[in-house]
Structure formats: C-alpha cells, structure tokens
C-alpha cells in the first residue's frame, strides 16, 4: 500500500506565496509522475502541475509564470511553490503519485485528502 499526504494549505492575502509539499510513503517499488490538481467549489478537478520521474515538468496555463513544481526523488515527495497568488486559485488542492506498490505488476495512482488553499483579495 501507498501512502500520500499533503501539507502547507492555509490563508493568505492575494499576491503572497506558499508552498505545499506531498509525501509518498509505504511499500512503494518506484514512482513515476507526481503532480498536483485542485478542485473549486462547484467545479471540476483540474490538473495544476505535474512532473516526471525524469524531471520534466507541465503545468497549466494558469498558473504559467507563477507556479513552480519540483521533488525529492530520495524523500518521495513532490513540492508545489506558488507565488502571486490569485482569489482564482482558492480550491481544495489534491497530490497524485503514480506508483508501483511492491508486488504490483503495473502503476496505479494513489491521491491523498487533499489541502485547502484560500486567496482573500
């Protein structure tokens, strides 16, 4: 079994920056892609950020400029630096780690609960 766990959600005032980190833990043989998605109220989840094993990196247009994703391939974890950031990018934000667990044949993806991000203006 995998384990993944966020931190670093929390208020903030616009155009201030936080930095959220997700942990991956627990029977893990290798972790390919980690990213980052976020869900407004009354809205879809969507893909904010995700980068490779390999350490290639995409994120959406959005957040272009502002945003920046990286990871600890020793720590299993993956970090979401956001700066200058928006009322817009007030939403729950959610890690996805694509893994293989030990014993698993192929990847799987495992989430974690989620950390609440809120931009006042």
């Known amino acids: 079994q995998v384990h993944v766990v966020e931190s670093g959600g929390g208020l903030v005032q616009a155009g201030e920056s936080l930095r959220l980190s997700c942990a991956a833990s627990?029977?893990?043989?290798?972790?390919?892609?980690m990213g980052w998605y976020r869900q407004a109220p009354g809205k879809q989840r969507e893909l904010v950020a995700v980068?490779?094993?390999?350490?290639?990196?995409n994120l959406v247009d959005s957040v272009q400029g502002r945003f920046t994703i990286s990871r600890d391939n020793a720590k299993n974890t993956v970090y979401l630096q956001m700066t200058s950031l928006k009322p817009e990018d007030t939403a729950v934000y959610y890690c996805?780690?694509?893994?293989?667990?030990?014993?698993?044949?192929?990847?799987?993806?495992?989430w974690g609960q989620g950390t609440q991000v809120t931009v006042s203006s």
């Open positions: 996805n780690v694509e893994a293989r667990a030990l014993g698993r044949r192929y990847n799987d993806d495992y």
């Open positions: 627990g029977s893990i043989f290798s972790i390919n892609a």
């Open positions: 980068i490779t094993s390999g350490g290639s990196t």
